[in-house]
């Protein structure tokens, strides 16, 4: 199973729609330099495909591009939401091991608020940073066990 990066965003503050930024650092243990999310934690990163984010597009909800889930890797062409916890991948130069699939949406989330839906609670996965390094758009996915 193979995947492209298609952006990848980062935010200061929890809660808040991720900007899309050139590229970014993955630091070891710690997720990604300068978001707020980042830490000694088991979700350091959040990633979510596009695939997703156009089922929600097609409920009419208007608006919607990367970042708007408040993830931090937008994914394509790779179905994440469907390998198991513990799964590690390669994104870039880096690896990641997928530790939660799916996630409860906490009330006044700033995503719910601005889309009025969410579908992170489902198909966003969250990741720990197994070996850093520096990811950017048209970098490569792959499984690398499952």
């Given amino acids: 199973m193979t995947g492209t990066v298609i952006a990848v965003n980062r935010s200061e503050k929890k809660g808040q729609i991720k900007k899309p930024i050139e590229k970014v650092n993955l630091i070891k243990d710690f997720g990604l330099e300068g978001d707020a999310h980042a830490g000694k934690w088991h979700r350091q990163v959040s990633i979510l495909a596009q695939e997703s984010i ?3 597009k097609a409920l009419g909800i208007e ?5 708007k889930f408040a993830e931090n890797i937008t994914t394509q062409g790779i179905k994440l939401h469907t390998v198991g916890v513990g799964t590690r991948i390669k994104v870039g130069e880096t690896v990641l091991e997928i530790s939660q699939i799916g996630k409860e949406c906490h009330l006044g989330c700033e995503v719910f608020k601005q889309v009025g839906a969410c579908i992170m609670p489902t198909e966003g996965i969250f990741a720990k940073v197994v070996q850093g390094g520096t990811i950017k758009p048209g970098d490569g996915i792959e499984v690398l066990q499952d």
Avoid at 63 to 67: A, D, K, N, Q, S
């Fill in 63 to 67: 608006g919607l591009c990367t970042g």
């Fill in 54 to 56: 156009d089922k929600m």
